[in-house]
């Protein structure tokens, strides 16, 4: 079975940084894209960002030039650098990533246990 872990959450103060990570149970290199999303109280899943194997992005307009997400190869994991923290980035962060399976012939998503940012004074 596949897992994403994630780790990196926690209190910060608004103006402040966290860095998230998330390391699949598989080689990072079977992924297609993988990507942050994020889950405030009261409100839908949204994307935060996403990364292709070939190292596009795309990021949500409220996090554009704060936030980065980032693979290295080498350590197995995708981080997501988050910088200038605004209360309103308070959330679930999930990892998602999506590779095919090639017993059942289709790409499949998975999706980490999440981690608890809060951005307060």
């Known amino acids: 079975q596949v897992q994403l872990v994630e780790s990196g959450g926690g209190l910060v103060q608004p103006g402040g940084s966290l860095r998230l990570s998330c390391t699949p149970s598989?080689?990072?290199?079977?992924?297609?894209?993988m990507g942050w999303y994020r889950q405030a109280p009261g409100k839908q899943r949204e994307l935060v960002v996403t990364i292709t194997s070939g190292g596009r992005t795309n990021y949500a307009d409220s996090v554009k030039g704060r936030f980065t997400i980032s693979r290295d190869t080498a350590k197995n994991t995708v981080y997501l650098q988050m910088n200038s923290l605004k209360p309103e980035d308070t959330a679930v962060y999930y990892c998602?990533?999506?590779?095919?399976?090639?017993?059942?012939?289709?790409?499949?998503?998975?999706w980490g246990q999440g981690t608890q940012v809060t951005v307060s004074s």
């Open positions: 598989g080689s990072i290199f079977s992924f297609n894209d």
């Open positions: 998602n990533g999506d590779r095919f399976d090639t017993k059942l012939g289709a790409t499949i998503d998975y």
